[in-house]
């Protein structure tokens, strides 16, 4: 049968890799790794000797087909990360996609999962939440996704590299002022740490210094009173004028204080000038 196994690895602690998983990487022809030197540690430390290949964000397409189409002639495969679920927030969601295309059928071996264990340890509001990756590093793009979630009401997750975290916890300050932000980090790691604050606090405390490890934010979603709270004019023109302390030109401070307050941006750009 055509099969390919979605395998999840541990995300710091090796004790949390499954039976099951084991069992799978052992049975199966060859594995599809992010980095074929992460993953030779894990199957090294378990006993597993397999055939490895190199799947990735910029070989993705090619070895995408190559991976279809020995499936297709009788092998079976299994893919993962270097650490947690593949094909969420990561290059495996194509090949899932090749699988449905050419009829392959996809099994999951569920393992840790990076942002679910974080909400759960949050202290925020688990019952509805969005999941939002990785922001881009694109200004344009980013722009855009914080923008589309400044009315966003669900607590809402994003993946973020320590040498990234500076640039966001300023963006978070700027574009969701002072909602609740939760910052985990080493998840399963002998540091693990869960810092509950504020995003106007975690900018203060580690704009500046920034924080070591992975790290997962967990950030309070808008809320009633937000929604509830009225602007005068000034105050609009205020929050505006903040921003563009921050850094923002005039027309983009007026835009996102228009967003949030609505207000008219015209309305806040004329008393600017």
């Given at each position: 049968m055509?099969?390919?196994?979605v395998?999840?690895t541990?995300?710091g602690?090796?004790?949390?890799?499954?039976?099951?998983?084991?069992?799978?990487?052992?049975?199966?022809d060859?594995?599809?790794?992010?980095?074929t030197r992460?993953?030779l540690?894990?199957l090294?430390?378990?006993?597993?000797?397999k055939?490895?290949?190199s799947?990735?964000?910029?070989?993705k397409?090619?070895?995408?087909?190559?991976?279809?189409?020995?499936?297709?002639?009788?092998?079976?495969?299994?893919?993962?990360?270097?650490?947690?679920?593949?094909?969420?927030s990561?290059?495996?969601?194509?090949l899932?996609?090749?699988?449905?295309?050419?009829?392959?059928?996809?099994?999951?071996?569920?393992?840790?999962?990076?942002f679910?264990?974080?909400?759960a340890?949050s202290?925020?509001?688990t019952?509805?939440?969005?999941?939002?990756?990785?922001l881009s590093?694109?200004?344009?793009?980013?722009?855009?996704?914080?923008?589309?979630?400044?009315?966003e009401?669900r607590?809402m997750?994003?993946?973020e590299?320590p040498?990234?975290?500076?640039?966001?916890?300023?963006d978070?300050a700027d574009?969701?002022?002072?909602?609740r932000?939760?910052?985990?980090?080493?998840?399963?790691?002998v540091?693990?740490e869960?810092?509950?604050t504020?995003t106007?606090?975690?900018?203060?405390?580690?704009?500046?210094?920034g924080?070591?490890?992975?790290?997962?934010?967990?950030?309070?979603?808008?809320?009633?009173?937000?929604n509830?709270?009225?602007?005068?004019?000034?105050?609009?023109?205020?929050?505006?004028?903040?921003?563009?302390k921050?850094?923002?030109k005039?027309?983009?401070?007026?835009k996102?204080?228009?967003?949030?307050?609505?207000?008219?941006?015209?309305?806040i750009?004329?008393?600017?000038?």
């Amino acid at each position: 049968m055509s099969v390919l196994y979605v395998v999840g690895t541990p995300i710091g602690n090796l004790s949390d890799f499954s039976p099951r998983a084991v069992e799978t990487l052992k049975s199966v022809d060859f594995i599809a790794a992010e980095d074929t030197r992460v993953t030779l540690k894990l199957l090294n430390h378990f006993g597993i000797k397999k055939e490895m290949i190199s799947y990735f964000e910029h070989n993705k397409l090619q070895r995408g087909e190559i991976i279809t189409q020995r499936i297709l002639d009788g092998e079976t495969c299994a893919i993962v990360t270097d650490a947690g679920m593949p094909c969420i927030s990561d290059p495996g969601e194509l090949l899932i996609m090749q699988c449905e295309e050419k009829g392959i059928n996809t099994v999951v071996i569920p393992g840790p999962t990076a942002f679910a264990s974080a909400l759960a340890i949050s202290g925020l509001p688990t019952g509805r939440f969005a999941f939002e990756g990785f922001l881009s590093v694109n200004k344009k793009s980013r722009k855009e996704h914080l923008e589309s979630l400044l009315n966003e009401e669900r607590t809402m997750l994003f993946y973020e590299a320590p040498h990234k975290l500076k640039n966001t916890l300023k963006d978070f300050a700027d574009y969701f002022p002072n909602r609740r932000l939760s910052i985990v980090r080493e998840i399963t790691k002998v540091h693990e740490e869960v810092i509950r604050t504020t995003t106007d606090r975690a900018y203060r405390d580690f704009g500046e210094t920034g924080l070591k490890g992975e790290i997962v934010l967990v950030l309070e979603g808008k809320t009633k009173e937000e929604n509830e709270e009225s602007y005068t004019l000034s105050q609009a023109v205020e929050m505006a004028k903040e921003l563009i302390k921050k850094g923002k030109k005039a027309t983009e401070a007026s835009k996102e204080i228009a967003t949030l307050t609505g207000f008219k941006k015209n309305e806040i750009y004329k008393e600017l000038l």
